[in-house]
């Protein structure tokens, strides 16, 4: 026997096997109990999901020679010439090659026929909603009033597109799509009974593939059994099937847009693109994973079996790139150059949430500003200032008063500059130092958190920062920099100078990690 392939092998042949549909086939089989049978039927619903085979398991029932309750019996001439699609009484018409007035015209002409073999003939009309006006014109007459040994099965997935005329003389039922754990159990069955083995892994991303159809699931199963030869099918098979990228790939995006590194951001999409992947496909998976993160952000039980990072990003970071996805689809849709439209896409993300982080930080600036007017400034004793200092602070009421508290120096550190401090006492000190910036501004302490001590030279303390933007924001604000300068003399009593550098500088000047003892005996002895 020829090969068959699996949506057609495995099309269900009873009632009890139609997947996900328990609200319809309820009320077909009471009708076919109460013998309470419509003139017509309007079955519209995703692609897949088992409208056609629905029709044939009717049609094989209404005319079964032994009907077993509401089921066929699958035995008799009858049920079998319906399955080998050879009936004479079930007429299938594909509605979106024979839509014209003159197929219509013939349908009417031939309803009125008997049937030859059983009690009803049944037209099938599959993608109804592709006939033409002058044909849904025709047919409404023989739809409203048909002969009564005439039953009609519409099927489309559209049906919208149907005039009012032809929806108000049919019964009308919407298929839905098919949930991931009865198609997950259907395809296991399947693969069971095929002794074809397959991860978890691979099983889940094929029904995701297929978005609620049946028919697509098994398309691709079918497909990705004829490519695999080896002992089990794997994740990676069904991305380089299905031309889709893994986790590690979305995650990594997911990271470098949070760090605005557009840069990494766009090499991975080069990469992508380099792979042979369909950008399409992978911004539509991409805003898929974005979608589950953001709803587990909201409720973290609204995911069963969520394990796609560990990083926590923000419900403010994820919608507004989700935003930026959903409105990317379908300009890349109809685009010629769809690389173009989606670096665009993403370099335009990165640089507008870095103008919403910098006019936020303005804007908390501005209010410290404007809640610190009436404050006097505060010296904290252990700090002497000279008197004209002093006055000169409080006269100009600078953002600066908010200072940091003082530590106990040395009596010596009070009095004298430090002009020879050691890197390693910075160092050792750096997470104390930005605490302190923390309490007095928190704006700054987030992009300063990005780096640390390098070096001294000349009495000059390198910062380096790993963002650049970071380091241009921090090296622009006078106002940061008073803040780390009072900071640094108030907790090492060293009033340093200091510069912030690139990153290129600070792979060169990272020095290698002192052992534990060395560590000890500088902080015993201050060193």
């Known amino acids: 026997m020829a090969y068959r392939a699996l949506y057609r092998e495995y099309r269900p042949q009873l009632f009890a096997e139609i997947m996900g549909q328990r609200h319809i086939v309820d009320t077909l089989e009471n009708a076919l109990k109460n013998n309470r049978i419509a003139h017509a039927y309007l079955f519209c619903g995703p692609r897949g999901t088992g409208k056609t085979s629905t029709a044939k398991i009717l049609a094989k029932a209404l005319n079964c020679h032994q009907i077993k309750g509401v089921e066929p019996c699958n035995k008799c001439s009858s049920c079998v010439s319906v399955a080998q699609g050879s009936a004479i009484d079930v007429i299938e018409i594909d509605a979106a090659s024979n ?76 298929f839905k799509s098919i949930g ?29 593939a297929a978005e609620g159809g049946l028919r697509d699931a098994l398309s691709i199963l079918d497909q990705i059994i004829t490519f695999n030869n080896t002992a089990e099918i794997s994740e990676e098979d069904i991305h380089n099937l299905l031309g889709t990228v893994n986790e590690r790939v979305i995650n990594s995006l997911l990271e470098y847009l949070l760090r605005g590194d ?3 951001s766009l090499q991975v999409i080069a990469e992508i693109f380099l792979e042979g992947k369909d950008l399409k496909m992978f911004v539509k998976g991409f805003a ?140 050792n000190s750096w997470k104390l130092v930005l605490e302190e910036i923390r309490k007095a501004m928190p704006a700054i302490a987030v992009p300063l958190s990005d780096g640390y001590p390098v070096r001294i030279e000349n009495n000059v303390l390198s910062i380096g920062i790993r963002n650049d933007f970071n380091r241009q924001r921090l090296d622009s604000n006078q106002k940061c920099r008073d803040i780390i300068k009072q900071t640094i003399k108030s907790i090492l009593g060293w009033e340093c100078q200091f510069k912030f550098i690139e990153v290129s500088e600070l792979a060169q000047d990272i020095p290698e990690t002192e052992d534990i003892t060395t560590q000890s005996i500088i902080n015993l002895f201050e060193a």
């Open 99 to 174: 839509r014209g007035i003159d197929e219509i015209r013939d349908l009417k002409e031939r309803v009125k026929f008997a049937p030859t073999g059983g009690k009803y003939k049944v037209y099938i009309v599959d993608e109804v909603h592709m006939l033409t006006i002058e044909a849904f014109n025709a047919l409404l007459k023989t739809l409203e009033e048909p002969p009564e040994h005439v039953i009609f099965v519409l099927a489309t997935t559209e049906p919208h597109k149907l005039p009012l005329t032809i929806l108000s003389r049919c019964q009308r039922f919407d």
């Open 180 to 208: 991931a754990e009865p198609m997950t159990s259907r395809l296991k069955d399947i693969l069971q009974d095929l002794q074809v083995k397959i991860s978890p892994a691979a099983l889940e991303l094929i029904v995701q």
């Open 288 to 427: 898929s994973c974005v979608r589950d993160l953001l709803l587990q952000s909201i409720e973290p039980t609204a995911i069963k079996n969520f394990s796609r990072t560990d990083q926590i990003y923000s419900v403010e970071y994820l919608l507004a790139l989700l935003d930026c996805l959903t409105e990317l689809e379908p300009k890349m849709k109809f685009s010629s150059q769809p690389r173009v439209i989606l670096e665009l896409a993403l370099i335009k993300f990165i640089y507008s949430r870095r103008d919403h982080l910098l006019q936020s930080i303005n804007t908390k600036e501005s209010t410290e500003i404007q809640n610190n007017q009436d404050m006097r400034v505060s010296l904290p004793s252990e700090v002497k200032l000279p008197a004209d200092d002093q006055e000169k602070l409080l006269a100009e009421n600078t953002d600066n008063s908010k200072l940091v508290k003082s530590y106990d120096l040395p009596v010596a550190e009070k009095n004298e500059q430090r002009d020879n401090i050691s890197i390693n006492r910075v160092k």
């Open 262 to 264: 557009a840069g990494s």
